[in-house]
């Protein structure tokens, strides 16, 4: 009988039918494509063990002079900087107090209540005691004096912590616990925490047309809003900024373990904006940038956010805000959109989106700085990370499309763009990010679907073969390789190296298939017999011994349900399997399920062409 072989089509493309498509392939978890060929990804480890709090949704690298690597990480309640292995907590500190804390504690409780006049603290802050005594039992100094997450906030003078050891575990009060903790307790406010979900009735111009604040800025800050951080290094330092809130300094100088300070507060600040949008530093001028500062009002800024407004300091001095005829400091108000959502380098130039529009920054040099050309309007960005650079252009997700830059504005033409946008939670819409992977020529956005309120699936182009595909995976931060030898991302308090094997750090990767469209078994017209498939597979790396399945399903409308046929293990030494499957059209399925190896959880692959002996079996 003869063999008719089947090679589909790179990609997946869902915008028609099932049918239409044929040749082509319809679904897909888990795999990507390489040189046309559909292939598992690559596993993922983590990179410590060390953990961080909240959830990180922003990754920088960057390397001092002295050749020390450092990773910034941005959570929604810290910043850490990486050195090593060690995450050390440099969220800045809000507030002090001196000699201004009492506590009050119920015997059989581990609740501890504090008193601080006007603490300013919400829920979930942190606040690290000092300088407290024992309340008189088993609530000692040691048990005190730390670092606490607070609980809940009664009132504007008060607010709760649950009493712990020095290893977390809960200490309960007993009937001795009746002191105050002594008359010179202090407390070290780090800022406000801010939140896990996107609010959309918080920002500019949002509300209906007619409400009182319809147009106007309402109250966004970095408390009330999901908690973005943007950051980029300033020579050896770092500036680091919470959407909506102040501007802050690292200084590489002080060590790993140094709390970043408020940049406008620092000796020899001029005119510092105090809150922001997005930082930002030009490469090679070196000017730090603030997107949605606060304007310049007679001497001093005026502490409310311009989105539209972008200012820079005088280049080589983070610190220099003040526009005079001496420096290269100044600002510049954008006139498209009613608010800056993101900005990303590009090659010698800086791209920033409004909500309608997309703007290139150059420098220009004296007297102006910078010059600031319209590219494009009707192109907003999604999210204030939903753009990403690569090789082959800078691509962004648009409110209903993806586009590039490369010199002028195009869409990319989106073989799955239906399935991304009609299966989207829009209410969680800051919480997408676009990421790169150059060892793959792929960019991607991560995004939550239609039934979750977190980030749940992935959407994959790979531009140097134009082709998509997507899945489902939880990342909340992705950092390219580049400074790092391996991509990073992170989930659950840990940072993954990506790309190392083909295991869920150490555990099987299930669920990873890829699945045809329909595909005519004969001439459509007439049923036909399958009796044999000789597997094309190539097993990757150190995955020798290992199997996928494939499996064939059949219908003989396109209109019916898809019937199982037959799936067989597939293994190196496999070379046919024998079937038996009758039907008009079918879909052949790709399958791997590592829990299913024995001894041996990773394991990668690539598909060629499958062969099918095929006879003719009548028109009934």
């Not at 311009?306 to 080589?316: C, N, W």
């Not at 791209?351 to 040099?365: E, K, N, P, R």
């Not at 490369?406 to 800051?430: E, M």
């Not at 190196?572 to 399958?591: F, K, N």
Request: net charge negative; charged share 20%; glycine share 10%.
């Amino acid at each position: 009988m003869p063999l008719n072989k089947f090679v589909f089509r790179p990609g997946v493309n869902r915008e028609g039918t099932d049918y239409d498509n044929e040749g082509g392939w319809f679904d897909s978890n888990l795999v990507r494509f390489k040189n046309g060929r559909p292939q598992k990804i690559g596993g993922w480890v983590k990179n410590t063990v060390s953990t961080y709090v909240g959830i990180a949704r922003a990754l920088h690298a960057w390397v001092s002079l002295a050749g020390t690597r450092y990773l910034g990480i941005g959570t929604t309640w810290k910043y850490y900087i990486q050195q090593g292995d060690a995450f050390n907590d440099i969220t800045p500190i809000r507030a002090t107090t001196t000699n201004g804390i009492v506590f009050a504690a119920t015997n059989g409780s581990s609740t501890l209540t504090a008193t601080d006049s006007s603490h300013g603290a919400a829920e979930n802050d942190f606040v690290t005691i000092s300088g407290a005594v024992s309340l008189g039992g088993v609530i000692t100094a040691v048990v005190l004096n730390q670092e606490y997450q607070i609980v809940s906030v009664p009132t504007v003078n008060t607010y709760t912590i649950t009493a712990k050891d020095t290893s977390g575990d809960a200490v309960t009060a007993n009937s001795s616990d009746s002191g105050n903790g002594g008359s010179g307790i202090d407390g070290a406010y780090q800022i406000n925490v801010g939140l896990d979900v996107y609010v959309q009735s918080t920002g500019w111009g949002v509300g209906a047309w007619g409400d009182s604040t319809f147009g106007s800025s309402s109250a966004i800050s970095a408390n009330n809003q999901l908690r973005l951080w943007t950051h980029d290094h300033f020579g050896e330092d770092l500036i680091i900024n919470p959407r909506g809130g102040s501007i802050y300094r690292w200084v590489e100088d002080n060590g790993a373990s140094a709390r970043a300070v408020k940049l406008s507060t620092t000796a020899g600040a001029q005119q510092v904006p105090t809150i922001g949008l997005q930082v930002i530093t030009s490469e090679k001028d070196r000017h730090l940038i603030i997107l949605g500062a606060d304007p310049i009002e007679g001497s001093s800024r005026s502490g409310a956010s311009d989105p539209m407004l972008i200012a820079f300091s005088d280049q080589e001095n983070a610190l220099d805000f003040e526009t005079l005829s001496t420096n290269t400091a100044g600002d510049i108000r954008l006139s498209s959109g009613s608010a800056i959502i993101g900005a990303v380098k590009a090659r010698q130039e800086i791209l920033v989106w409004t909500d309608t529009a997309l703007y290139s920054m150059q420098f220009i040099g004296p007297p102006f700085t910078f010059g600031v050309n319209l590219i494009n309007e009707n192109t907003g960005l999604i999210a204030p990370k939903a753009a990403v650079t690569a090789p082959s252009g800078v691509f962004w997700m648009g409110y209903d499309n993806f586009y590039v830059y490369t010199g002028a504005v195009k869409k990319v033409p989106c073989t799955v763009l239906s399935y991304v946008f009609d299966d989207f939670n829009s209410s969680q819409v800051y919480k997408v990010f676009g990421f790169s992977n150059t060892m793959f020529d792929e960019v991607g956005w991560f995004y939550p679907s239609s039934s979750s309120t977190e980030i749940d699936r992935y959407v994959v182009y790979n531009y140097a073969e134009n082709v998509w595909s997507y899945g489902l995976l939880e990342r909340h931060a992705w950092l390219d390789a580049g400074v790092e030898p391996l991509p990073r991302a992170t989930k659950d308090g840990y940072l993954y190296d990506h790309e190392v094997g083909y295991n869920d750090d150490g555990s099987p990767m299930t669920d990873v298939y890829i699945e045809s469209s329909d595909f005519d078994i004969g001439d459509g017209d007439q049923f036909a017999f399958i009796t044999k498939m000789i597997p094309d597979v190539r097993f990757l790396e150190n995955s020798a011994d290992g199997s996928i399945n494939l499996v064939l399903k059949t219908r003989n409308f396109p209109g019916d349900s898809l019937t199982t046929s037959n799936t067989s293990a597939i293994s190196s030494s496999t070379q046919q399997t024998h079937i038996r499957a009758r039907a008009r059209q079918a879909v052949l399925r790709v399958e791997s399920d590592d829990d299913n190896v024995s001894g041996n959880t990773s394991t990668g692959w690539r598909l060629g062409a499958t062969r099918m002996e095929v006879r003719p079996d009548g028109r009934r």
